[in-house]
């Protein structure tokens, strides 16, 4: 297990976030899959930026746990994914449908999983 | 050149398109750590956020460096559900002052389920209140400690005040069935609610 997982961020939110508190977009669920796109060029990414993309590299994860793994707070990490989207670097998965139809079909969907497992 | 980081990571599975949540709520020690850990496929993750005694953030109160902040930490779990769906529960801390951390954690969830303790039921009703300005559904779970009285149902109900439909179950936060129990019958209620609204 790598010790930098759990290691928190020594830099005061506000630095790494270039001063900003919120986020260009606000696409940001806690539960938003997040995953790398494609090979851009990383020249130029703040360090905290960098560890983002070095995570996402490996697979699909959650707001919650891209910050939970990088020992950021959800709101700086929210800023930074969010200017990370911007900059084509990630990419995010399509998460609950809204519709009414679907949602039952998706509680079921839960239900079902969830018996799986008894 | 994989980084440590990035190859011992649990990631979602490819195939996975849709990511669902669903709180795990209660008074202080009443078990929501536990819970999540119980149920949880991955190690549970912990976040921090930084909160003023008002409830906003502390990033919107840049400068300003006499106000009261507080560290409020969540604990988080996941369940993989399908090839395409995941569950992820949320351990939310029951106090009501912070407003924000509340409205992003409620955004979108599916539910709530609210851990209580029979020898300390009126420290519930502070959550409870939260949940339900929240609009979210819910379900009770009975989190039985040694040593805490057991109520008939019926009393339990009474002194919660819960509607006549609102689930009432007993778990063991440490038992992953029963656990696993208890967030069925939330999910039941889910399922009949909204086959319920046209
Ligand atoms: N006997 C018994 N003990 C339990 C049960 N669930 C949790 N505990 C214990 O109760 C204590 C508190 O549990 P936590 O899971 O940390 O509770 P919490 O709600 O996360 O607590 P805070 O985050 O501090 O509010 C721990 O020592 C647990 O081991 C249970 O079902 N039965
Ligand atoms: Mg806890």
């Known amino acids: ?118 | 050149m994989d980084s440590a980081l990035a190859s011992d990571t649990p990631y979602v599975r490819d195939s996975v398109r849709t990511a669902v949540k669903v709180l795990i709520v209660g008074h202080f020690a009443v078990g929501k750590t536990t819970y999540v850990g119980t149920l949880s496929e991955i190690r549970p993750l912990r976040t921090e956020e930084r909160m003023t005694q008002a409830g906003a953030s502390v990033d919107d109160l840049a400068g300003i460096r006499d106000k009261t902040t507080t560290t409020v930490a969540m604990d988080f779990g996941r369940l993989t559900l399908s090839d395409d769906l995941v569950l992820y529960l949320f351990g939310a801390p029951g106090q009501q002052r912070f407003t924000r951390l509340w409205d992003d954690l409620a955004r979108g969830a599916l539910g709530a389920l609210i851990l209580v303790d029979t020898a300390r039921l009126k420290e519930s009703f502070a959550v409870m209140d939260i949940v339900e300005k929240q609009g979210l559904p819910y379900a009770v779970a009975v989190n039985h400690f040694d040593g805490s009285p057991r109520f008939p149902d019926e009393e339990v109900r009474e002194a919660l005040d819960l509607a006549a439909t609102t689930p009432l179950i007993t778990c063991d936060a440490r038992d992953r069935r029963s656990s696993t129990e208890a967030l069925i019958s939330l999910v039941d209620h889910l399922l009949t609610l909204d086959a319920e609204t046209p």
């Open chain 1, 1 to 118: 297990m790598s010790p930098r997982r759990n290691e928190r961020s020594l830099v005061r939110p506000h630095v790494v976030t270039g001063g900003r508190a919120h986020p260009t977009r606000n696409v940001f669920d806690l539960v938003t899959l997040v995953i790398a796109a494609g090979d851009l060029p990383r020249a130029g990414l703040s360090p905290e930026k960098l560890r983002i993309v070095e995570l996402c590299r490996g697979g699909a994860l959650s707001v919650a746990e891209i910050a939970g793994h990088l020992g950021l707070p959800v709101g700086v990490a929210k800023v930074l994914l969010s200017d990370l989207v911007d900059s084509g670097h990630l990419t995010t998965r399509a998460t609950a449908p809204a519709a009414q139809q679907s949602k039952v079909r998706l509680l079921q969907e839960v239900l079902d999983g969830l018996r799986a497992r008894l």
